[in-house]
């Protein structure tokens, strides 16, 4: 059952499932928090309160929200914001489980209110700035392929080029796919929403980059290893746990998964959570 919270700007919308320690799932650009409605039940089955959020402008928190950056955008500090509000309404503290933007939003949170953060993990996160590599077009044909729909979407605001991009962002599709695609389309049809879809396009990592050597929760980086978003996906979660303050970050590898292990490979992606939760997310 759909639950909002109205904060300074508009309506965050959330589910929640469980009880225990508070974790929140953060979905990703031109997305949904259903994307979460494999790996939710997993996670809360094991004692933990789950509460899948939808990213401002996306699914059904409001639009037309004002950005910190004075832009038309949504930025990783815009949606950090807006989950510390959900947390501090929830009674907090809790563990952030961020996809794509949103994992560099869960680095942001953390670094600017650990009091509010237990832990972090970020799933396939755009927490980097990123250098298209114009050698990998020609060598990783998985980043081509996802790499030219990417841009396609953007320069165009084309809902079919994102869902081929989607295609070729999930190598393994779930059983529900086809109908997940058809009502995920059937919300970004919605006036304004692919509009707000492109708020994403304007902002960079670069907030959430900047954050990475002020984050003092423990973090852990989830990566899908045919994600065609990065052309090494291994290297870049290597890369942001690098960027960290020593001790804190650590990588896990979903084999054969793409940019939404969550959604791809629930269970072997609860796997690698899971015990991280056991030791940070507080009894």
Request: no cysteine; proline share 6%; aromatic share 6%.
């Amino acid at each position: 059952m759909t639950e909002y919270l109205d904060i300074e700007g508009g309506r965050i919308a959330y589910d929640a499932i469980g009880d225990g320690p508070l974790v929140l799932l953060s979905h990703g650009m031109g997305d949904r928090r259903q994307a979460f409605r494999h790996l939710a039940p997993l996670l809360a089955a094991q004692g933990y309160r789950v509460v899948s959020v939808d990213m401002r402008g996306h699914g059904e928190s409001s639009m037309g929200w004002a950005s910190v950056t004075g832009k038309e955008a949504i930025s990783r500090t815009d949606v950090a914001n807006d989950l510390l509000a959900v947390i501090r309404q929830l009674g907090g503290p809790a563990v952030i489980v961020g996809h794509s933007l949103s994992g560099g939003a869960a680095t942001v949170a953390a670094a600017t209110d650990p009091a509010a953060v237990r832990a972090i993990v970020e799933i396939n996160p755009f927490t980097l700035e990123q250098k298209f590599d114009v050698g990998a077009l020609f060598t990783v044909p998985r980043y081509r392929r996802g790499g030219i729909r990417l841009m396609g979407t953007m320069i165009f605001k084309s809902l079919g080029v994102w869902l081929s991009y989607l295609n070729v962002a999930y190598p393994t599709k779930p059983g529900d796919y086809d109908r997940s695609m058809a009502e995920l389309a059937a919300k970004l049809r919605e006036p304004g929403r692919m509009a707000e879809f492109m708020k994403t396009g304007r902002s960079t990592p670069a907030d959430a980059a900047a954050q990475l050597p002020n984050v003092t929760r423990p973090a852990l980086i989830v990566m899908g290893t045919a994600d065609p978003d990065f052309p090494d996906p291994a290297a870049e979660g290597r890369a942001v746990v690098a960027a960290l303050p020593a001790g804190l970050g650590s990588l896990a590898l979903v084999e054969g998964a793409g940019h939404y292990p969550h959604a791809e490979a629930a269970e072997q992606t609860a796997a690698l959570i899971l015990p991280f939760l056991k030791e940070y997310a507080g009894a």
